[in-house]
Protein backbone atom coordinates (compact mmCIF):
# COMPACT_ATOMS: atom_id res chain seq x y z
CA UNK A 1 0.00 0.00 0.00
CA UNK A 2 1.50 3.31 -1.08
CA UNK A 3 0.50 6.67 0.82
CA UNK A 4 1.60 10.05 -0.51
CA UNK A 5 1.98 13.07 1.75
CA UNK A 6 1.60 16.58 0.29
CA UNK A 7 3.48 19.47 2.09
CA UNK A 8 2.36 22.48 0.78
CA UNK A 9 -1.28 24.35 0.50
CA UNK A 10 -0.45 25.77 -3.26
CA UNK A 11 -2.12 25.12 -6.73
CA UNK A 12 0.56 22.32 -7.49
CA UNK A 13 -0.38 20.73 -3.94
CA UNK A 14 -3.91 20.44 -4.46
CA UNK A 15 -4.00 19.50 -8.43
CA UNK A 16 -1.49 16.40 -7.17
CA UNK A 17 -3.76 15.60 -4.56
CA UNK A 18 -7.21 15.41 -6.88
CA UNK A 19 -4.89 13.94 -9.52
CA UNK A 20 -3.95 11.29 -6.90
CA UNK A 21 -7.56 10.94 -4.70
CA UNK A 22 -8.98 10.18 -8.54
CA UNK A 23 -6.60 7.18 -8.99
CA UNK A 24 -7.67 5.84 -5.78
CA UNK A 25 -4.11 6.79 -3.85
CA UNK A 26 -3.99 7.52 -0.58
CA UNK A 27 -3.01 10.68 0.35
CA UNK A 28 -2.88 13.02 3.29
CA UNK A 29 -2.27 16.48 3.09
CA UNK A 30 -0.70 18.43 5.40
CA UNK A 31 -1.60 22.43 5.35
CA UNK A 32 1.10 24.66 5.93
CA UNK A 33 -0.74 27.97 6.35
CA UNK A 34 -1.81 30.42 3.79
CA UNK A 35 -0.87 30.16 0.03
CA UNK A 36 0.81 33.94 -0.55
CA UNK A 37 2.36 34.09 -3.78
CA UNK A 38 5.11 37.35 -4.48
CA UNK A 39 2.27 38.18 -7.44
CA UNK A 40 -0.80 37.65 -6.97
CA UNK A 41 -2.46 37.42 -10.51
CA UNK A 42 -1.00 34.89 -12.84
CA UNK A 43 -1.08 33.90 -16.52
CA UNK A 44 -2.06 30.16 -17.37
CA UNK A 45 -0.87 29.14 -21.00
CA UNK A 46 -1.99 25.73 -22.63
CA UNK A 47 0.09 23.52 -21.14
CA UNK A 48 -1.06 24.56 -17.67
CA UNK A 49 -5.05 25.17 -18.41
CA UNK A 50 -5.50 21.75 -19.93
CA UNK A 51 -4.66 20.27 -16.78
CA UNK A 52 -6.76 22.04 -14.61
CA UNK A 53 -9.53 21.90 -16.91
CA UNK A 54 -8.93 17.75 -16.82
CA UNK A 55 -9.90 18.28 -12.97
CA UNK A 56 -12.20 20.64 -12.89
CA UNK A 57 -15.32 21.86 -15.56
CA UNK A 58 -13.38 24.61 -18.06
CA UNK A 59 -16.51 27.25 -17.54
CA UNK A 60 -15.66 27.39 -13.96
CA UNK A 61 -11.81 28.15 -14.61
CA UNK A 62 -13.25 30.44 -17.57
CA UNK A 63 -15.92 32.38 -15.02
CA UNK A 64 -13.32 33.37 -12.95
CA UNK A 65 -10.60 34.82 -15.93
CA UNK A 66 -10.25 36.46 -18.78
CA UNK A 67 -8.63 35.16 -22.12
CA UNK A 68 -6.71 37.63 -23.55
CA UNK A 69 -6.91 37.51 -27.55
CA UNK A 70 -3.50 39.22 -28.57
CA UNK A 71 -0.08 39.89 -27.02
CA UNK A 72 1.88 43.11 -27.58
CA UNK A 73 5.41 43.66 -27.68
CA UNK A 74 6.25 47.56 -27.26
CA UNK A 75 8.92 49.60 -26.15
CA UNK A 76 9.56 51.09 -23.19
CA UNK A 77 9.53 54.41 -23.35
CA UNK A 78 8.18 55.05 -26.71
CA UNK A 79 5.65 52.63 -26.68
CA UNK A 80 5.96 51.79 -30.15
CA UNK A 81 4.34 48.59 -31.67
CA UNK A 82 7.37 46.28 -31.86
CA UNK A 83 4.50 43.17 -32.51
CA UNK A 84 1.64 41.92 -32.41
CA UNK A 85 0.86 37.92 -31.48
CA UNK A 86 -2.25 36.23 -32.28
CA UNK A 87 -3.78 34.51 -28.97
CA UNK A 88 -7.49 33.93 -28.78
CA UNK A 89 -9.03 31.19 -31.21
CA UNK A 90 -5.42 31.15 -33.13
CA UNK A 91 -3.77 29.95 -29.63
CA UNK A 92 -6.33 27.21 -29.01
CA UNK A 93 -6.50 25.97 -32.16
CA UNK A 94 -2.45 25.41 -32.41
CA UNK A 95 -2.10 24.20 -28.89
CA UNK A 96 -5.45 22.57 -28.00
CA UNK A 97 -6.07 24.58 -24.91
CA UNK A 98 -6.72 28.06 -23.81
CA UNK A 99 -4.51 31.25 -22.63
CA UNK A 100 -6.08 32.67 -19.19
CA UNK A 101 -5.23 35.47 -16.61
CA UNK A 102 -6.78 34.43 -13.17
CA UNK A 103 -6.26 35.41 -9.70
CA UNK A 104 -3.75 33.70 -7.90
CA UNK A 105 -6.26 33.49 -4.92
CA UNK A 106 -9.27 32.71 -7.31
CA UNK A 107 -7.41 29.61 -8.74
CA UNK A 108 -5.78 28.30 -5.54
CA UNK A 109 -9.66 28.84 -4.24
CA UNK A 110 -11.47 26.63 -7.00
CA UNK A 111 -8.51 23.78 -6.72
CA UNK A 112 -9.29 23.94 -2.57
CA UNK A 113 -12.66 23.97 -3.20
CA UNK A 114 -12.87 21.04 -5.69
CA UNK A 115 -11.05 18.72 -3.49
CA UNK A 116 -13.44 15.68 -2.55
CA UNK A 117 -12.24 15.21 1.11
CA UNK A 118 -10.84 17.72 4.07
CA UNK A 119 -7.85 14.76 4.99
CA UNK A 120 -5.09 17.90 6.89
CA UNK A 121 -2.67 15.64 9.08
CA UNK A 122 0.13 13.29 9.65
CA UNK A 123 1.59 10.57 7.07
CA UNK A 124 0.34 6.99 7.88
CA UNK A 125 2.30 5.14 10.24
CA UNK A 126 1.65 1.59 9.16
CA UNK A 127 4.42 -0.42 8.98
CA UNK A 128 3.23 -2.11 5.75
CA UNK A 129 2.67 1.14 4.04
CA UNK A 130 5.16 3.27 1.74
CA UNK A 131 5.46 6.76 2.61
CA UNK A 132 6.10 9.36 0.24
CA UNK A 133 6.75 13.49 0.78
CA UNK A 134 5.90 15.52 -1.93
CA UNK A 135 6.88 19.01 -1.26
CA UNK A 136 5.36 21.83 -2.93
CA UNK A 137 6.02 25.15 -1.11
CA UNK A 138 8.38 28.37 -2.00
CA UNK A 139 11.83 27.57 -1.35
CA UNK A 140 13.42 30.39 0.72
CA UNK A 141 16.72 30.60 -1.33
CA UNK A 142 19.23 33.27 -0.56
CA UNK A 143 20.01 35.07 -3.52
CA UNK A 144 23.53 35.15 -4.91
CA UNK A 145 25.04 38.76 -4.64
CA UNK A 146 25.92 38.83 -8.76
CA UNK A 147 23.52 38.84 -11.93
CA UNK A 148 20.52 39.78 -9.49
CA UNK A 149 17.44 41.06 -10.98
CA UNK A 150 14.48 42.80 -8.78
CA UNK A 151 10.96 41.64 -9.14
CA UNK A 152 8.39 44.87 -9.30
CA UNK A 153 4.26 44.53 -9.03
CA UNK A 154 1.45 46.92 -9.10
CA UNK A 155 -1.93 46.31 -9.25
CA UNK A 156 -4.50 49.07 -11.21
CA UNK A 157 -7.49 49.57 -11.97
CA UNK A 158 -9.25 47.96 -14.61
CA UNK A 159 -7.90 49.25 -18.26
CA UNK A 160 -11.14 47.98 -20.04
CA UNK A 161 -9.60 49.40 -23.61
CA UNK A 162 -6.81 46.58 -23.20
CA UNK A 163 -8.37 44.28 -21.21
CA UNK A 164 -7.99 41.43 -23.88
CA UNK A 165 -4.04 42.46 -24.31
CA UNK A 166 -0.89 40.72 -22.77
CA UNK A 167 1.50 43.18 -23.15
CA UNK A 168 4.98 43.12 -23.11
CA UNK A 169 7.10 46.37 -22.18
CA UNK A 170 11.09 46.13 -23.45
CA UNK A 171 12.95 49.02 -21.18
CA UNK A 172 16.74 49.17 -20.46
CA UNK A 173 18.17 46.16 -18.64
CA UNK A 174 14.27 46.20 -17.43
CA UNK A 175 11.47 44.25 -18.60
CA UNK A 176 7.38 44.69 -17.74
CA UNK A 177 4.48 42.21 -18.07
CA UNK A 178 1.11 43.92 -17.94
CA UNK A 179 -2.29 42.16 -18.66
CA UNK A 180 -5.51 42.05 -16.60
CA UNK A 181 -7.59 40.27 -14.90
CA UNK A 182 -11.28 40.43 -14.21
CA UNK A 183 -11.80 43.30 -11.72
CA UNK A 184 -8.07 45.02 -12.14
CA UNK A 185 -4.73 45.52 -13.81
CA UNK A 186 -1.56 43.86 -13.10
CA UNK A 187 2.05 45.31 -13.93
CA UNK A 188 5.10 43.07 -13.41
CA UNK A 189 8.46 45.00 -13.66
CA UNK A 190 12.04 42.92 -13.95
CA UNK A 191 14.93 45.14 -13.53
CA UNK A 192 18.22 44.85 -13.37
CA UNK A 193 19.62 45.25 -9.78
CA UNK A 194 22.06 47.90 -11.10
CA UNK A 195 18.74 49.64 -12.36
CA UNK A 196 16.46 51.45 -10.55
CA UNK A 197 13.03 51.23 -11.66
CA UNK A 198 12.79 55.13 -12.91
CA UNK A 199 8.84 55.82 -13.71
CA UNK A 200 10.61 58.37 -16.26
CA UNK A 201 11.81 54.99 -18.61
CA UNK A 202 7.98 54.13 -19.33
CA UNK A 203 4.99 55.06 -21.29
CA UNK A 204 2.07 57.01 -19.99
CA UNK A 205 0.04 53.91 -20.30
CA UNK A 206 2.70 52.44 -17.33
CA UNK A 207 4.11 55.61 -15.46
CA UNK A 208 1.45 55.13 -12.54
CA UNK A 209 2.26 51.81 -12.08
CA UNK A 210 6.01 52.08 -11.59
CA UNK A 211 5.57 54.74 -9.60
CA UNK A 212 3.47 52.59 -7.09
CA UNK A 213 5.57 49.55 -7.56
CA UNK A 214 7.25 47.67 -5.02
CA UNK A 215 9.78 45.12 -4.69
CA UNK A 216 8.15 41.59 -4.33
CA UNK A 217 11.20 39.24 -4.21
CA UNK A 218 15.30 39.34 -5.74
CA UNK A 219 16.54 36.38 -7.89
CA UNK A 220 19.81 35.56 -9.13
CA UNK A 221 20.52 34.22 -12.54
CA UNK A 222 19.77 31.02 -11.65
CA UNK A 223 17.72 29.42 -9.40
CA UNK A 224 17.58 25.87 -8.04
CA UNK A 225 18.30 23.30 -4.99
CA UNK A 226 19.90 20.39 -7.18
CA UNK A 227 18.41 16.87 -7.39
CA UNK A 228 14.49 16.90 -7.60
CA UNK A 229 14.37 14.22 -5.08
CA UNK A 230 16.31 13.04 -2.39
CA UNK A 231 18.99 10.57 -2.00
CA UNK A 232 16.68 7.89 -0.63
CA UNK A 233 13.79 9.01 -2.93
CA UNK A 234 11.54 9.19 -0.04
CA UNK A 235 11.25 13.16 -0.57
CA UNK A 236 9.94 14.72 -3.60
CA UNK A 237 10.47 18.68 -5.05
CA UNK A 238 7.80 19.92 -7.14
CA UNK A 239 7.54 23.34 -8.45
CA UNK A 240 9.15 26.28 -7.03
CA UNK A 241 10.35 23.89 -4.18
CA UNK A 242 12.63 22.65 -6.38
CA UNK A 243 13.37 26.35 -8.59
CA UNK A 244 11.94 29.66 -7.75
CA UNK A 245 10.00 30.27 -10.04
CA UNK A 246 10.33 33.88 -12.16
CA UNK A 247 8.56 36.10 -14.21
CA UNK A 248 11.43 35.79 -16.60
CA UNK A 249 9.14 33.75 -18.38
CA UNK A 250 5.75 34.47 -17.25
CA UNK A 251 3.78 31.00 -18.42
CA UNK A 252 6.29 29.23 -16.44
CA UNK A 253 4.97 30.54 -12.98
CA UNK A 254 3.02 27.26 -12.31
CA UNK A 255 5.23 24.49 -14.30
CA UNK A 256 5.09 22.66 -11.00
CA UNK A 257 1.03 21.53 -11.92
CA UNK A 258 3.06 19.43 -14.71
CA UNK A 259 5.24 18.10 -12.18
CA UNK A 260 2.24 17.22 -10.12
CA UNK A 261 0.14 15.23 -13.11
CA UNK A 262 3.28 13.61 -13.99
CA UNK A 263 3.80 11.97 -10.34
CA UNK A 264 0.43 11.45 -10.15
CA UNK A 265 0.53 8.81 -13.21
CA UNK A 266 3.59 7.69 -12.26
CA UNK A 267 2.63 6.59 -9.07
CA UNK A 268 -0.60 4.97 -10.70
CA UNK A 269 1.41 3.54 -13.08
CA UNK A 270 3.67 1.34 -10.91
CA UNK A 271 1.37 1.66 -8.35
CA UNK A 272 3.38 -0.51 -5.67
CA UNK A 273 6.67 -0.01 -7.14
CA UNK A 274 7.68 3.14 -5.38
CA UNK A 275 11.57 3.37 -6.26
CA UNK A 276 10.57 3.04 -10.14
CA UNK A 277 7.72 5.74 -10.17
CA UNK A 278 9.99 8.07 -8.76
CA UNK A 279 12.77 7.04 -10.81
CA UNK A 280 10.78 7.64 -14.40
CA UNK A 281 8.99 10.77 -13.03
CA UNK A 282 12.71 12.05 -12.59
CA UNK A 283 13.80 10.69 -15.62
CA UNK A 284 10.79 12.34 -17.23
CA UNK A 285 10.96 15.69 -15.56
CA UNK A 286 14.81 16.53 -15.91
CA UNK A 287 14.43 17.00 -19.14
CA UNK A 288 11.89 19.60 -19.62
CA UNK A 289 12.74 21.68 -16.41
CA UNK A 290 16.50 21.66 -17.93
CA UNK A 291 15.13 23.15 -20.87
CA UNK A 292 13.34 25.85 -19.43
CA UNK A 293 15.93 26.81 -16.65
CA UNK A 294 18.02 27.67 -20.53
CA UNK A 295 15.21 28.89 -21.55
CA UNK A 296 15.18 31.29 -18.41
CA UNK A 297 18.99 31.69 -18.52
CA UNK A 298 19.01 33.15 -22.36
CA UNK A 299 15.86 35.26 -21.50
CA UNK A 300 18.06 36.90 -18.32
CA UNK A 301 21.43 37.60 -20.93
CA UNK A 302 18.64 38.95 -23.70
CA UNK A 303 16.68 41.09 -21.07
CA UNK A 304 19.97 42.14 -18.59
CA UNK A 305 23.08 42.33 -20.20
CA UNK A 306 22.23 42.89 -24.11
CA UNK A 307 23.53 46.26 -24.72
CA UNK A 308 23.74 49.03 -27.79
CA UNK A 309 24.03 47.80 -31.45
CA UNK A 310 23.20 44.05 -30.49
CA UNK A 311 20.05 45.00 -28.49
CA UNK A 312 18.85 47.55 -31.68
CA UNK A 313 19.03 43.90 -33.74
CA UNK A 314 17.71 42.04 -31.43
CA UNK A 315 14.47 44.12 -31.35
CA UNK A 316 14.42 44.12 -35.04
CA UNK A 317 14.83 40.59 -35.35
CA UNK A 318 11.66 39.85 -33.04
CA UNK A 319 9.43 42.45 -35.41
CA UNK A 320 10.72 41.02 -38.30
CA UNK A 321 9.73 37.42 -37.30
CA UNK A 322 6.79 38.01 -35.59
CA UNK A 323 5.36 40.76 -38.31
CA UNK A 324 6.56 38.75 -41.22
CA UNK A 325 7.09 35.40 -40.75
CA UNK A 326 4.80 34.71 -37.41
CA UNK A 327 6.14 31.13 -37.48
CA UNK A 328 9.07 31.66 -36.51
CA UNK A 329 8.12 33.20 -33.48
CA UNK A 330 5.57 30.28 -32.94
CA UNK A 331 8.26 27.33 -33.52
CA UNK A 332 10.25 28.75 -30.64
CA UNK A 333 7.68 28.53 -28.35
CA UNK A 334 6.09 25.03 -29.28
CA UNK A 335 7.82 23.59 -27.03
CA UNK A 336 6.85 24.63 -24.10
CA UNK A 337 2.99 26.14 -24.93
CA UNK A 338 2.25 22.81 -27.16
CA UNK A 339 3.70 20.49 -24.16
CA UNK A 340 0.76 17.57 -23.43
CA UNK A 341 1.51 15.59 -20.62
CA UNK A 342 -2.28 14.54 -20.79
CA UNK A 343 -1.86 12.51 -23.75
CA UNK A 344 1.38 11.39 -22.77
CA UNK A 345 1.38 9.99 -19.60
CA UNK A 346 -2.36 8.61 -19.62
Same mark, same amino acid.
Given at each position: ?92 ? +??? /? $???? %? ?9 ? @?? *? !? &? ?88 ? +??? /? $???? %? ?9 ? @?? *? !? &? ?96 ? %? ?18
Amino acid at each position: MSSLTIQGNDPTAHILRLACEGNGLDVVTQNRGDYVPAIPAAILPANISRIITALIPEQKLRALSTLPDRKHIRLARSGYLVSEIPLGKFYSD +RYG /A $KIYN %IKESDLNDLLK @GS *L !T &SSTFGQPSRDKNTSNVLAVTGHLKAKPRKKNQFHTFYAEMSLDKKNILINTTWIGKRQLAYQFSTNESSHVVFLSHSENPLDPNDWHPEI +REA /A $KAAR %IRKTLSRIEMT @GE *L !T &SADRSIIKLGSAWCQNNWLSPESVHIGLEDAWVLSRMLENYEEDIDNAIFHYERYRKVRLSRLQRTNDEEFIRCFETKGIRRLGQNIGLAFSTRFIPE %IYMNRQDWFHGYDCLRGFR
